[in-house]
């Protein structure tokens, strides 16, 4: 009977259609649980930094070096953050307000070590890097990044700040005005001297000699 044919043919076409849509419903509840788990283990470790600011402060010069406990956090919280960026999207609300509050620990963090450094006689090197992740704004901003972790690897005295350009953040609008950074990125600033455009670890260690002088050795992986 040709009814039975298409009965047939509909119930295996429901069936498909319902199996799709539980395992999509399935792999969606799993990826957002995933994300929410890295989202409150970012969330804890801000408050965490914010606690160790209001502990460093107090510390004495002998507990307090250029690569502080507190640098290697951020770093951490950093490669979290980009994670979360990958998985949920550069706009995403959720992503764009931790990397608020990320950015609003560094230039803490900056100027906390602005100040210990003066107090400590520290000699760390700052350099600010200024990038943005909108399309077709800065083509040569991820190859600059990944310069910037080849340094921060090699040269532990060097604390690097990334900033969005772009991002709604009154503090960073006011560090991007008071360095007079332009949209002509990416932009770094090294010793309180601007350089616009792709800069490789060559140019980097022309500017800063020191750096390569005060360079630790680090054992080859076997």
């Known amino acids: 009977m040709p009814w039975t044919k298409y009965l047939l043919a509909f119930l295996i076409t429901a069936f498909i259609f319902a199996t799709a849509i539980i ?9 957002i649980a995933e994300i929410r788990s890295i989202e409150e283990g970012i969330s804890i470790d801000i408050l965490s930094l914010e606690t160790q600011f209001d502990l460093l402060q107090e510390q004495s010069c002998k507990n307090i070096s250029e690569d502080s406990v507190l640098s290697r956090e951020l770093d951490t919280l950093a490669r979290k953050l980009s994670f979360a960026e990958a998985q949920l999207g550069a ?3 959720e992503v764009l307000r931790l ?3 990320y950015s ?9 070590m602005q100040k210990v450094s003066e107090k400590c006689a520290l000699e760390p090197i700052f350099l600010l890097y ?5 399309k077709g704004t800065c083509t040569d901003c991820k190859r ?9 690897k090699e040269y532990p005295q060097l604390r690097i700040y990334s900033f969005d350009y772009n991002l709604d953040l009154s503090a ?3 560090l991007v005005s008071l360095q007079n950074v332009s ?8 010793n309180d001297s601007l350089y616009t455009g792709f800069q490789s670890v060559e140019d980097i260690q022309a500017i800063l000699p020191a750096l390569v002088k005060t360079a630790t050795s680090t054992p080859e992986v076997q």
């Not at 620990?105 to 100027?111: A, G, P, R, S, V």
């Not at 949209?183 to 090294?190: E, F, K, M, Q």
């Open 23 to 31: 395992a999509n419903n399935f792999f969606n509840t799993k990826r």
């Open 91 to 93: 706009d995403n609300e």
């Open 99 to 101: 990397k608020r509050h």
């Open 104 to 112: 609003l620990l560094e230039i803490k963090d900056l100027l906390l």
């Open 130 to 134: 200024f990038y943005s992740n909108e």
């Open 144 to 152: 600059q990044g990944y310069v910037l972790t080849e340094l921060s």
């Open 172 to 174: 960073v609008e006011t």
């Open 183 to 190: 949209s002509d990125l990416p932009a770094l600033v090294i």
